[in-house]
């Protein structure tokens, strides 16, 4: 059952999910200036999180691991100060997994893909070893985020969207915006 919040949301929560170097942190930007730029009542209410931004500063680690040159995630930690802020409603959770996150969170799932060779190239722009490199191109080729949205979420609000060129992410952002106002209205007589 969903908490008081929760019931009461006057905007959906919006994960943007997929391997490094898929584009999520420029696809959340865009979507926020788009959805701020829609000149509702609610415009200021959103919220892009680039969730391993918030780790680091919310201390929801315990140490940098220094060979895949990451944070490594308390999520029990992650989870607990997450949970003080995504009850409103009007969040963009940005990070390259999701089948942590409570299902009950979550009404739109989005799994940014790439092209593996088009992927390997950011990745190396990024300065990424050569192991992180690989591991993430696997992933990325092997479809891991994908499996796990589907696996974690109801299928209805998972969508997979590519992520390869400025148009894609301009009419990704066009479409996600349209999903949230068609969110809106389809929860307008709850309230």
């Known amino acids: 059952m969903a908490s008081t919040a929760e019931q ?26 788009a959805l701020q730029a829609t000149g509702s009542e609610e415009e200021g209410a959103w919220e892009h999180v680039n969730v391993g931004d918030f780790v ?4 929801c680690h315990s140490g940098y691991n220094e060979e895949w040159q ?15 802020i995504q009850g409103a409603g009007g969040k963009i959770l940005d990070w390259h997994t999701c089948d942590m996150f409570p299902e009950r969170w979550i ?9 593996h060779t088009q992927l390997w190239t950011r990745l190396e722009k990024r300065g990424y070893a050569l192991a992180k490199i690989q591991e993430n191109n696997t992933a990325e080729i092997m479809e891991v985020v994908l499996q796990d949205a589907r696996e974690s979420y109801a299928e209805e609000i998972v969508v997979e969207l590519r992520s390869e060129d400025p148009d894609e992410v301009e009419q990704n952002v ?10 809106k209205a389809n929860n307008a007589d709850e309230e």
Do not use: F, M
Request: contains cysteine; charged residues 30%.
């Open 56 to 59: 680091k500063d919310k201390g």
């Open 174 to 183: 066009a479409r996600i915006v349209q999903w949230v106002a068609n969110w």
């Open 8 to 33: 009461s949301r006057k905007l959906p929560n919006i994960l943007v999910t997929g391997t490094p170097g898929t584009g999520k942190t420029t696809h959340a930007a865009q979507l926020l200036e």
């Open 107 to 115: 009404d739109l799932v989005i799994v940014l893909r790439c092209d």
């Open 70 to 84: 990451s944070w490594d995630v308390d999520e029990d930690k992650l989870l607990d100060e997450l949970e003080l």
